[in-house]
């Protein structure tokens, strides 16, 4: 009776393994698939990134971080939540404005994305959290943010997240 029970929880704890590790490896090769899709994206000249998906915006990239990406925007903001920059279902989705946002008006921008346990996408945005990281990269981030909005009217001081 001992012997069937103790191989019937092995068979258990073997299929729960199994079953996991199918899971892990299937995550990490979505996770894979979404880091060459965007590796594909920052080869393309970005004059022509429009040709390919026209809710295309800018493109933002913040220094001391892994964000490289184009900003997309459509009417639902529910759509990038799920689908890549070639509007593909994807999990990782894509960086998107909010979409009653307009880059030429709006004082303050919206932009969504996914927080990827693999740092990519805006994963190493936390480290704007390290004070002294946030001090030494502010300005920086905020000069890029102007020349991608090509505007002077989008100028305002960047508010840390970090609580004293």
């Known amino acids: ?92 989705g894509s960086i998107f404005l909010y979409s009653k946002d307009n880059i030429n008006y709006s004082q303050n921008l919206i932009i969504f994305g996914h927080n990827m346990k693999n740092k990519s996408m805006f994963g190493t945005l936390e480290n704007f959290k390290d004070k002294p990281f946030f001090n030494n990269n502010k300005k920086e981030f905020l000069l890029h943010l102007l020349i991608l909005l090509r505007s002077e009217e989008h100028t305002s001081e960047l508010q840390s997240p970090v609580r004293s």
């Open 1 to 92: 009776m001992k012997k069937s029970i103790k191989k019937i929880i092995n068979i258990i704890l073997l299929i729960i393994i199994v079953f996991s590790s199918a899971i892990l490896i299937n995550r990490l090769y979505k996770y894979h698939k979404i880091d060459s899709v965007n590796k594909k994206i920052q080869l393309i000249n970005k004059d022509d990134l429009s040709k390919i998906n026209s809710d295309y915006k800018f493109w933002i990239e913040v220094p001391g971080t892994n964000i490289n990406y184009p900003v997309v925007q459509t009417n639902n903001n529910e759509f990038y939540l799920t689908h890549n920059f070639y509007k593909e279902k994807s999990i990782g």
